[in-house]
T-cell receptor, first 114, second 113 residues
């Protein structure tokens, strides 16, 4: 129930295209869903996050879509650029004490080719 | 600028040896975490601490220990290194909020031969 599933494992997108990464969770106690971006040799860094009281959040070219009933959320990267090439992790946590650790998905390796 | 630093960045050791990975943060965050990153598994939580003298086990804690004697540091110790512990280890910290941003170090790559 603590697991966060993520797909695809790897993704290759042409420059200017849309990158889409999907995640799913089981535990309805989760109420905070961040996405982290990791470049090679670096630690992950927060990219964007959403709470389940909204269905979409947009920051620049990055958008999170959230479907509470389906327990799914996704990251869309519009106009993908080579500089977006990185590993992306979806995650979940909760303000409730038992679930307040951040649980990460297995990650998606994105390559944006010129 | 506040930061979180890990050392060493790379280490090679032998099976059975004790290894300690250091983590130091200057944000004065109460919450600190250790994760390991392996291909196909993402980031898995090893141990975490919500404050001085507080330590808790994560999902993959066997063979690891931590101690929290001050706010800034959370060293991770492998009591008797095993080849299965070859991995990249990340330390992270955050302020009180359970839904706050995690700040990660740059990682420590450990190879156990």
């Amino acid at each position: 129930q603590q697991q966060v599933k993520q797909s695809p494992q790897s993704l290759i997108v042409q420059k200017g295209g849309i990158s889409i990464i999907n995640c799913a969770y089981e535990n309805t106690a989760f109420d905070y869903f961040p996405w982290y971006q990791q470049f090679p040799g670096k630690g992950p860094a927060l990219l964007i996050a959403i709470r389940p009281d909204v269905s979409e959040k947009k920051e620049g070219r990055f958008t999170i879509s959230f479907n509470k009933s389906a327990k799914q959320f996704s990251l869309h990267i519009m106009d993908s650029q080579p500089g977006d090439s990185a590993t992306y992790f979806c995650a979940a946590s909760s303000a409730k004490t038992s679930y307040d650790k951040v649980i990460f998905g297995p990650g998606t390796s994105l390559s944006v080719i010129p | 600028d506040a930061e979180i630093t890990q050392s060493p960045r790379h280490k090679i050791t032998e099976t059975g040896r004790q290894v300690t990975l250091a983590c130091h943060q200057t944000w004065n965050h109460n919450n600190m975490f250790w994760y390991r990153q392996d291909l196909g598994h993402g980031l898995r939580l090893i141990h975490y601490s919500y404050g001085v003298q507080d330590t808790n086990k994560g999902e993959v804690s066997d063979g690891y220990s931590v101690s929290r004697s001050n706010t800034e540091d959370l060293p991770l110790t492998l009591e008797s290194a095993a080849s299965s512990q070859t991995s990249v280890y990340f330390c992270a910290s955050r302020a009180h909020s359970s839904t706050g941003e995690l700040f990660f170090g740059e990682g420590s790559r450990l190879t156990v031969l």
